[in-house]
Nanobody
Framework: QVQLVESGGGLVQPGGSLRLSCTAS????????MGWHRQAPGKQREVVAV???????TYADSVKGRFTVSRDVAKNTIYLQMNSLKSEDTAVYFC???????????WGQGTQVTVSA
């Protein structure tokens, strides 16, 4: 089994910054992709940013140029640096891990990010 623990959410003013962290533990010897998703009230969960084991990244158009995903393979940890935050970034942010062998998809419990004046 795999456990994901997220941290770093909170309340920030528009234009501010936050950094989220997600650390994986358990059967994590064959991590493929890790990433961040978010879900705002009344909306579907959406992909924010993903990063492969090799470091390739993909971002949602809405966060390109403002968010940066990074990974510390040795620590089984990914980060999401969020700059120039907007009210529309308010959501619960979830960490996701896709494992190759044995195959599986795992989710963290979520961390609330609120952007408000």
């Amino acid at each position: 089994q795999v456990q994901l623990v997220e941290s770093g959410g909170g309340l920030v003013q528009p234009g501010g910054s936050l950094r989220l962290s997600c650390t994986a533990s358990g059967s994590v010897s064959s991590i493929g992709i890790m990433g961040w998703h978010r879900q705002a009230p009344g909306k579907q969960r959406e992909v924010v940013a993903v990063i492969t084991r090799g470091g390739a990244t993909t971002y949602a158009d809405s966060v390109k140029g403002r968010f940066t995903v990074s990974r510390d393979v040795a620590k089984n940890t990914i980060y999401l640096q969020m700059n120039s935050l907007k009210s529309e970034d308010t959501a619960v942010y979830f960490c996701q891990l896709v494992r190759g062998d044995p195959p599986g998809v795992f989710w963290g419990q979520g961390t609330q990010v609120t952007v408000s004046a």
